[in-house]
């Protein structure tokens, strides 16, 4: 006697893995805030190593479900409103650490060929770059700008340390002391699958600056 076939377990929808991803971050930034804290330096460094990995996992999965699915194909969405919307919700944090935040996005529509959960995704990991590794009270700023060209333009730059000299923070996406490297190896596919590219640099404040250029739809 043959028995049912189980069905297939439904596939998550994109909204949903947004969901996670967002509900994922900030928690992750707790615990390596808490991290950050520790007195034992051998022990700080090992946890933090152990917290890069899982991040990377994390998203990658997260990235994976999303193209596995095909919603990268023909992916679009307006690059203004998503980083003014994920902007807004750190907004919060920033105020209670003392942090100057400064939001700046231009008016109209700016499309660009980026799916919004992985738009949101990419300003998530920005951000939580500048509270990881900056410390409280730094100020911080975040436009979003229509490219030359179509697409878009996002600067996300703080009045921190910066990036390490020498160090290849994009390419070893992991962090560094007073880097905030973080993540910018995942940040600079997403602005490559849109036909753009991602630079890093230092701020007018001497801080680091992060510049991601999203093309257009095609």
Do not use: K, Y
Request: aromatic share 2%; glycine share 12%.
């Amino acid at each position: 006697m043959r028995h049912p076939e189980h069905p297939a377990a439904p596939e998550p929808r994109p909204a949903a893995a947004a969901d996670l991803s967002h509900r994922l971050r900030t928690p992750l930034t707790a615990l390596r805030l808490r991290i950050d804290g520790l007195t034992d330096p051998e022990e700080r460094l090992r946890l933090s190593a152990d917290l890069d990995e899982l991040e990377a996992v994390v998203e990658h999965v997260l990235r994976q479900s999303r193209h596995t699915r095909g919603d990268a194909a023909g992916a679009a969405c307006d690059a203004c409103a998503v980083v003014a919307t994920r902007a807004r919700f750190w907004e919060p944090l920033a105020e209670d650490q003392g942090r100057g935040f400064e939001l700046r996005v231009d008016s109209g529509t700016a499309l660009v060929a980026t799916a919004a959960e992985d738009l949101s995704a990419l300003v998530d990991v920005l951000l939580d770059n500048v509270f990881t590794h900056t410390a409280e009270q730094t100020g911080f700023r975040v436009e979003c700008r229509h490219r030359p060209g179509g697409g878009a333009m996002l600067v996300v730059a703080d009045a921190g340390p910066g990036f390490p000299s020498g160090l290849d923070v994009v390419g070893r996406g992991t962090s560094g002391a007073g880097s905030t490297g973080l993540g910018l190896a995942i940040a600079e596919a997403t602005a490559a699958e849109s036909g753009g590219v991602l630079t890093v640099g230092a701020a007018v404040a001497g801080g680091a600056r992060v510049v991601v250029e999203l093309g257009p739809p095609g």
